[in-house]
């Protein structure tokens, strides 16, 4: 089963710096998260579900109803899922030199 993206506020809406979507992952074990960087800040905010997330040298633990902040330019990513499921919401700035959001739909 594969995760699931929802763009919720984007450009279709007339956004040209923010972006958010929901993101649905129905099997964590199966869900690989992967390093990386970029210049928008991004918050998630747990809407279901818990873990914990390790980067610039702290970890965090969050889940529903707490936001975890990933400042621009900070290598993230490192997650240890401690819930069967996650849903969440992405909400990030829109950068012309990043590459498009996972979703797909932060840009025209």
Sequence with gaps: MSNHYESLV????????????????????????Y??????????YILEGRAEYRFGGKTITAGPGETVFIPSGVRHAEITYLSPSMTYLTIRTVEPEDEACCCGEDRA
């Excluded at 984007?10 to 998260?33: M, N, Q």
């Excluded at 390093?35 to 800040?41: L, R």
């Design 35 to 44: 390093q990386h960087e970029h210049v928008s800040e991004e918050v998630f």
């Design 10 to 33: 984007g450009h279709k809406e007339g956004a040209r710096r923010l972006h958010i979507h929901r993101t649905v992952i129905p099997d964590t074990s199966a869900h690989a998260p």
